[in-house]
């Protein structure tokens, strides 16, 4: 059939497997749908590795703004503050061009040349960015939980002489987790969302390897009718954010699993532009 | 701007700086931050009023004007906003071209889309193509400010719709009990008391707002951003003020502008905050009187 050609041709295009050339003139839909969806990946290979990256850094930061000493509160306290205070848009914009004019040689630290060429590549400029941006917000939401943890849990944690990294680990991180979930949900979505703005933000799509809302803008260009690409992502993304609620729900499950009728349903409330 | 700009070449430091961030194109950029701030004054109360009416309707007991208030609540979810930007921005303009096409132009024979043409007859064209360069450029300000509008008044109808599910029930059975009408109800017991619960997800929205703004270069208005790119690229020998490549410092400074837009939003939100809160059966309001005696 026609269609499974497209596909194979343009399945992985996104990547840069098969055809070389996009389409032209006399879009099917097929192509349409076979297109954009390759660029989904993009959005999927931005949001997966950002936040899982992200979630670490997050935890670091809120128990670091968290802290009593200023040495460490105030640094924290001030790189959550720029990130969640401008917009992405302009991070990304600062960030191409901070790392344009970095030398193309690399940086030389303790005798060991750093590659510092590919970070003015999407795949790894852009993911800097999303990564240190969704660490700000998710920080916050863990700061706000972290403060929030009940007195007695921790009062309960020293009866039974847990203390320092313990207490944290078994105590502490567990409860904050639950407490922060719903939230953290809503940034996981928000984050998936906000990699649509990559390649429309200084970041150049080389060989015109884009995401999906690159190449459905391509093709609203060329058509000049925006009513098929568009609706076309927007089904893609509700497919996507479908699936990161399900297994957003499934982690939450299993985090209140001990705690009967205490697993509550997450609710969705869109917040979208950073 | 100053006298002694007359010359640029022979000028150095602070005396260079100075001519140079006034010269014609700079003060241009700087009326740009003007647009912006346009933006944000109409966009908002625009905004706030597609939300009120959205949640009104959302809540309307005509079941296809139901439908449609939710339906408007909930294109929003799960979708990009960027898509709907990008999306209105053309949709709308097709739109308002296609209706003029109907009125202006009854016996144009053609399809409107002829393979990957939009075809209107020249009378419906938006802006007519004779008219002056200030008219397209206002013409693609209303556009935008347009489709802000439309997706935040998204956004909007959702927080107030929530907010008016938030006015206890007891406050609405009275006025039925008083005798109030379903209208009276509406505008002089639940319009009043929901403001309070709307605040938060209000001022979380104009947060967002302000963050939106520089997706404005996308729509095509020459705003901020891209007077950020326009002058910090690479100047040559032939132009008055030749420099190197300092898109870096452009967007720093917008960085730093932004940063300090959103901390005077929320201390001012804060306030506000405060202010409604007082008399209100809230926490907030509770520990206000509290407080005062």
Known sequence: MECLDTIADYGLRSIGVGQRLLPKSDFTLCQQITLIGSGLLWNIYFGILALGLGFFFATALAVGKAAQSPMI?????????????????????????????????????FGITAE???????????????FLNTSAYSAEIFYGALRSVPKGDLEAADAYGLSGWRRFRRIVWPTMLRLAWPSYTNEAIFLFHATTLVFFSGFPAWQQKGDALYYASYFADKTFNPFVPYPIVAIYFILL??????IFATINRRLNKHLPGQARRIKYRPQVIR | MFGYCTDPSALEGLAWLACYLTNGKHLTAYASIGTVLLLLAITAPTALTFGFVGASAARSRIAPLRWLGQGYTSIVRGVPDIVFFLFFVIALDQAFEWMRHQVLCPDWNQPVRQGNDFVVCAAAKLPLSTSPQWIHEVYGFFLAVLTFAIVFGAFAANVLFGAMRAVPKAQLETAEAYGMTERQTFWRILVPQMWVFALPGLSNL?????????L?????VEDI????????????????????DWRLWYFLALLVFYLSLTQVSEVVLARLTRKLSRGQATFAGEAQRKAAT
């Open chain 2, 206 to 214: 104009w947060m967002i707002l302000v963050k939106a703004t520089p």
């Open chain 2, 225 to 244: 951003v891209y007077w950020a790119r326009e002058l910090g690229g690479t100047k040559g020998r032939i132009f008055d003020y030749p420099h190197p």
């Open chain 1, 116 to 130: 510092t060429r590919w970070l003015t590549k999407a795949w790894a400029g852009a993911l800097v960015v999303l």
């Open chain 1, 73 to 109: 509160r105030k640094p924290c306290e001030w790189f959550i503050f720029v990130f969640r205070g401008s917009p992405l848009f302009i991070q990304f914009f600062l960030a191409y061009e901070a790392f344009v004019i970095l030398p193309k040689e690399g940086i030389e630290i």
């Open chain 1, 241 to 246: 954010t479908l699936v990161v609620i399900g």
């Open chain 2, 216 to 220: 404005l270069f996308l729509l095509g």
